[in-house]
């Protein structure tokens, strides 16, 4: 498995833009893969199999384990390096 992140929104959460913005003030995007729930089969079904239940929800593949983050989990977690 290689190292992935995905991040889970959809359109009408309020906190969604912040994990956003948060990928862009980082310069992540190459990085992120981000996924809007409610506007695709694809996207619902990828966070089913992720057991999001919550948006914004990041998934974290990472040397063959998977992490479920919030903003402010991913924040920490990206501020100590696991990149």
Avoid at 20 to 42: A, P, R, W
Avoid at 50 to 57: C, D, G, R, W
């Amino acid at each position: 498995m290689s190292d992935k992140i995905y991040l889970f929104t959809t359109s009408r959460c309020p906190a969604c833009p912040a994990a956003k913005q948060f990928v862009t003030d980082n310069e992540l995007e190459d990085k992120v893969e981000q996924v809007l729930v409610d506007q695709s089969v694809d996207g619902m079904a990828l966070a089913e199999s992720f057991n999001v239940a919550t948006v914004p929800t990041f998934i974290v593949q990472l040397e063959g384990d998977t992490l479920k983050l919030n903003l402010e989990e991913f924040k920490r977690q990206w501020s100590h390096g696991f990149r």
